[in-house]
């Protein structure tokens, strides 16, 4: 079962975005235009809540937070029920450590999931995601790495990634008002 989810993503600046943007309409199909609203909880695992444009979902990400590969488990449930999710988790004594608000434009190119997004008091990202097994995954991060070169985007290191998401999960109040 393809249940490891293999990414890469770096940040880039509004101008390549943009950029990425006019490429992707040109040579990728649009898959959505999604806003989303993502809760991340306290705890040992990466738990997290999320509203978009479409439906609703808890899910559980194993493994450490910015890893290339890691085992998702997923569960959407209707739009209207996020508030229900969240007073769960509530309930249970979890926290909400982060709140992230997000607009994400995701394409198909090439057999591999491109979400162009803008994160409010984050950033501009490019993420490339392929869901695949356990015994694929080593050879398909190398594909992505490949493609995010042929685009022209520098890799961002995981260290880059955790120093921003540690100073976002520390201001993300403030941030957020911006």
């Known amino acids: 079962m393809a249940n490891i989810e293999v990414e890469i993503r770096s940040f880039i600046t509004k101008e390549h975005y943009e950029q990425l943007l006019d490429f992707f309409k040109v040579q990728g199909e649009l898959l959505k235009d999604d806003t989303q ?7 040992e695992q990466d738990l997290r809540i999320q509203r978009n444009n479409f ?6 990400k ?27 988790f509530l309930t249970l004594g979890y926290t909400v450590s982060i709140k992230w608000f997000r607009h994400r434009i995701e394409f198909s190119w090439e057999d591999i999931t ?17 869901m695949c097994t356990s015994e ?16 022209g985007v520098v890799l961002t290191p995981k260290e880059e990634f955790d120093v921003k998401f540690k100073y976002y999960k520390e201001n993300w109040k403030r941030l957020v008002e911006i």
């Open 114 to 130: 491109v979400c162009l997004d803008y994160t409010k008091g984050y950033g501009y990202i490019i993420e490339l995601e392929k």
């Open 55 to 60: 439906y609703a979902k808890v899910w559980l």
């Open 37 to 43: 609203e993502t809760f991340y909880f306290s705890g």
């Open 62 to 88: 194993k493994g450490k937070l910015h890893d290339a590969q890691r085992e998702e488990i997923e569960i959407h449930v209707e739009r209207n029920d996020f508030e229900m999710l969240e007073q769960l």
């Open 136 to 151: 694929e995954q080593e050879r398909e991060y190398e594909v992505l790495l490949q493609k995010l070169n042929d685009l």
